[in-house]
């Protein structure tokens, strides 16, 4: 494998594996602190992660990085954070919408339920989350991405290879545990 492509597979691996963790704690908080409801593993595996936080993230940092980079301006007013935040208000709801149906079909539900949102659509998707995905999206990609890009960046290539490597067989045998045993 080109170790251009290995060193950036490393790379987004560990962004995937942060905030899949990241949003398992965000998920957790809510439960616990927030609504008050106990806790509860809010992934779908059994280590501390959740993975729709991590494919959203990678999702986001390919699909509006280079969006992010531009400079769009509606006369003389900056507006590419208005776009960024619109196109991470669509991506996120269409994959959580995407992900309900894939949790329905492996699991015969999904891990959350909307219907006491307005404007809601079968309880999978509504508008208050939606919203609250763009925001905590705009902290992401503008807040943490760069930190954790310089974080990486700072790791030399053999440093950067083992914790992503560790990481993953960590994943595997957790995805092993969860469905095998």
Avoid: H
Wanted: proline residues 2%; charged residues 15%.
């Amino acid at each position: 494998m080109n170790l251009n492509i290995r060193k950036k597979f490393a790379e987004y691996y560990l962004y995937f594996m942060m905030y899949s963790i990241l949003g398992w704690i965000y998920e957790v908080f809510l439960e616990v602190v927030v609504y008050r409801w106990g806790f509860s593993n809010r992934g779908v595996l059994f280590g501390p992660y959740c993975i729709i936080y991590g494919t959203g993230a990678l999702i986001l940092i390919l699909c509006l990085s280079g969006l992010q980079k531009k400079r769009i301006y509606l006369g003389k007013v900056l507006i590419t954070p208005v776009l960024v935040f619109i196109g991470i208000v669509v991506i996120t709801t269409v994959l959580e919408l995407i992900a309900s149906y894939i949790m329905e079909f492996t699991q015969g539900e999904w891990l959350w339920d909307y219907t006491r949102f307005s404007f809601n659509f079968e309880g999978r998707i509504a508008l208050n989350p939606s919203i609250r995905f763009g925001i905590g999206g705009m902290v992401f990609l503008y807040l943490l991405q760069p930190l954790f890009r310089k974080l990486t960046g700072k790791m030399s290539d053999k440093m950067l290879y083992t914790v992503s490597l560790i990481l993953l067989i960590l994943f595997i045998a957790d995805i092993i545990y969860t469905y095998c045993f």
